[in-house]
């Protein structure tokens, strides 16, 4: 068999894979190296049939990414973003209302928080959304204490309490429900 097209396709896939962890990554080369040998065998085909059949090395990564997340560095950036907008979806915390603006600025951040959660999902996997979705939830929860401690005006009506709580958990399942479930073809 052929192995310079199986080759240049599984390093086109690993470029691809660099921000899983260095062992997943070379485990799924490994994986994948496998699979294309062990199905150009049993069909009785070449190598470079099987990859036409596999699809491009991007789609092939975004399967793998999909699958398994990108490793912790992304994961901590990513919810490091989530937490900055999270808190900028509070007008009441740590500042002057005047400061961190009205409520139809926070509100477009929250709306901006859960777009971000989305694409985090759909691009990056859901692991990373889902710790982004709960790194956002405790800085909103986090917040929601103090204000209460402070005595925040907003937070003393339990109506507000329970909306903004509601609000925190509900930005979880989105990072959670965010990545579409995607098996690696077989």
């Given at each position: 068999?052929?192995?310079?097209?199986?080759?240049?396709?599984?390093?086109?896939?690993?470029?691809?894979?660099?921000?899983?962890?260095?062992?997943?990554?070379?485990?799924?080369?490994?994986e994948l190296r496998s699979h294309i040998l062990s199905q150009a065998e049993g069909e009785g085909t070449d190598v470079e049939a099987v990859i036409d059949k596999m699809g491009s090395p991007k789609e092939t990564a975004r399967s793998y990414v999909q699958l398994y997340g990108y490793g912790t560095g992304m994961k901590v950036l990513v919810a490091l973003a989530a937490a900055v907008l999270a808190f900028l979806t509070l007008p009441f915390?740590?500042?002057?209302?005047?400061?961190?603006?009205?409520?139809?600025?926070?509100?477009?951040?929250?709306?901006?928080?859960?777009?971000?959660?989305?694409?985090?999902?759909?691009?990056?996997g859901a692991g990373s959304a889902l710790v982004a979705g709960a790194a956002a939830s405790a800085v909103r929860f986090l917040a929601l204490g103090i204000g209460f401690l402070q005595a925040v005006p907003t937070l003393t009506e339990g109506a507000a309490i329970l909306a903004y709580a509601v609000t925190s958990v509900v930005l979880i399942f989105v990072g959670y429900l965010a990545a579409p479930r995607k098996a690696v073809a077989a």
């Open positions: 068999m052929n192995e310079a097209p199986l080759d240049r396709y599984l390093s086109q896939v690993s470029r691809r894979l660099m921000g899983l962890s260095p062992k997943l990554r070379e485990d799924v080369i490994l915390a740590l500042a002057s209302p005047a400061f961190l603006g009205t409520a139809a600025l926070s509100s477009t951040t929250l709306i901006l928080l859960i777009v971000f959660l989305i694409v985090v999902g759909a691009r990056i």
